[in-house]
């Protein structure tokens, strides 16, 4: 099994649904962020977490939200999806001092 | 602001040549260095990393970076690229507080025959 698992690999909803995304580990790591890829721009932070009742907004955490349920689950929600939120979407987790991130394999959402 | 700078968008390279991906950062301080690679439809994968002492790194499939401090770089490279080595490379630094990594925007690397 993955040590990063992210759940759904893909999906496609219309604009205005909520949506979340899911992630789950067991490397038992403390740090998890989520991230968004478009094509160009690389991967941008969205939210990170330090623990359970620490969470913190990346740079573009806007019309997005989060909730650390455990130490091993990061789940990304999208309120009210929107096209420009179409996007890959990668769940990530570090030891304490960053020594290296480990990635899921991917959500790719697509909002039509 | 921390800043991650991959000046290749594109590279295209015949098998067995030589490749150079090249990094450049901004930051304050000498951070936690790294790439990653990403084959299509896949997730990122560690290739190599760098936090201190020997500024030539070896990592994973024949990759090397070296770091080079009075240039603020962190380039990637590999003596004979393969077909297999198509894939898209993302440099990454990291505040040794494990605070954020931040990334660059990737290099899309070719391989033809």
């Known amino acids: 099994d993955a040590d990063v698992t992210q759940t759904p690999r893909n999906r496609i909803t219309k604009t205005g649904k909520r949506i979340m995304l899911e992630c789950s580990q067991t490397k038992g790591h403390d740090r998890m962020y989520w991230y968004r890829q478009d094509p160009g721009l690389g991967l941008r932070l969205i939210y990170y977490?330090?623990?359970?009742?620490?969470?913190n907004k990346g740079e573009i955490s806007d019309g997005y939200s989060v909730s650390r349920q455990a130490q091993a689950k990061f789940s990304l929600s999208l309120e009210s999806a929107i096209p420009n939120q179409t996007a890959l979407y990668f769940c990530a987790t570090s030891d304490l001092k960053g020594t290296e991130a480990f990635f899921g394999q991917g959500t790719r959402l697509t909002v039509v | 602001a921390q800043s991650v700078t991959q000046p290749d968008i594109h590279i295209t390279v015949s098998e067995g040549a030589s490749l150079e991906l090249r990094c450049n950062y901004s930051y304050g301080a000498t951070p936690y260095l790294f790439w990653y690679v990403q084959s299509p439809g896949q997730g990122l994968q560690l290739l190599l990393k760098?936090?201190?002492?020997?500024?030539l790194v070896q990592g994973i499939k024949g990759f090397e970076a070296e770091f080079k401090r009075s240039q603020s770089s962190f380039n990637l490279r590999k003596p004979s690229v393969h077909w297999s080595d198509a894939a898209e490379y993302f440099c990454a630094v990291g505040l040794n507080t494990g605070n954020q990594f931040y990334f660059g925007t990737g290099t899309s690397l070719t391989v033809i025959p």
């Open positions: 760098y936090f201190s002492g020997d500024t």
């Open positions: 977490s330090f623990d359970v009742k620490d969470i």
